[in-house]
Every structure is written in C-alpha cells, then in structure tokens.
C-alpha cells in the first residue's frame, strides 16, 4: 500500500519554527515532483512549496518565500518552516506527482498521491 505519511505540526508561537516531514512507503517518489500544500478552514487548498525530482528545482508561494525551505532525500520530503504567523496555521499536506519527472508541481489536480495532513497551529 502507497502511503505518503506527514509529522511534525503542532502548536507553536509567532515568530517559531516547525519542520514538518512527509515520508513514503509502498513505493519510491524518487523520480516524481512532490509539494507541501496547506488548507486553512473556509479556504481552498493552496501550494505552499514545490520540488522537482532531483530537489534542483523549487518553487515557494508567495506568502511563505524567505521563510520555508523544501528538500527532499531518501524518499522523504521536508518543509523547514521559520518565522511563523498566524496566517501559517493550516492542515498541511504532502503530495506527489507521478506523471512530471523534470520540474516541479504547483497544482493540486496534478498530484495523484496525498498524504492525510498534519495541523500546523502558529499562536499570535
């Protein structure tokens, strides 16, 4: 069974830092695109950041560019998260897409394996 598993939310104060990791099982993502996207309540699920295969290739939402960092090794992905703020506080999802082996993935509808989310809560 294919299984993208997120750890690493929880509650912590503006201006803190989480590192959120996603790890897979079941088969390797080695060659795919993988993204960290993140659903606030009300709000539709957005991109926070985005790896190409090689972990070359990145690409950050505005809103979190300067503060988050993505890498990936070992079939496991990250998201370094710095400099916090309330409106960091979401359900963060890793995802893979198995169809791009070159750049990176930015849209949802392109990723076909999620994972079920980790609650990342930022206190002001």
């Known amino acids: 069974q294919v299984q993208l598993v997120e750890s690493g939310g929880g509650l912590v104060q503006a201006g803190g830092s989480l590192r959120l990791s996603c790890a897979a099982s079941g088969r390797t993502f080695s060659s795919d695109a993988m993204g960290w996207f993140r659903q606030a309540p009300g709000k539709e699920r957005d991109v926070v950041a985005a790896i190409n295969w090689s972990g070359r290739n990145t690409y950050y939402a505005n809103s979190v560019k300067g503060r988050f960092t993505i890498s990936r090794a070992n079939n496991t992905m990250y998201l370094q998260m710095n400099s916090l703020k309330p409106e960091d506080t979401a359900v963060y999802f890793c995802?893979?897409?198995?169809?791009?082996?070159?750049?990176?993935?930015?849209?949802?509808?392109?990723?076909?394996?999620w994972g079920k989310g980790t609650l990342v809560t930022v206190s002001s």
């Open positions: 995802a893979a897409d198995t169809d791009n082996h070159r750049g990176y993935s930015i849209y949802y509808y392109n990723m076909d394996y």
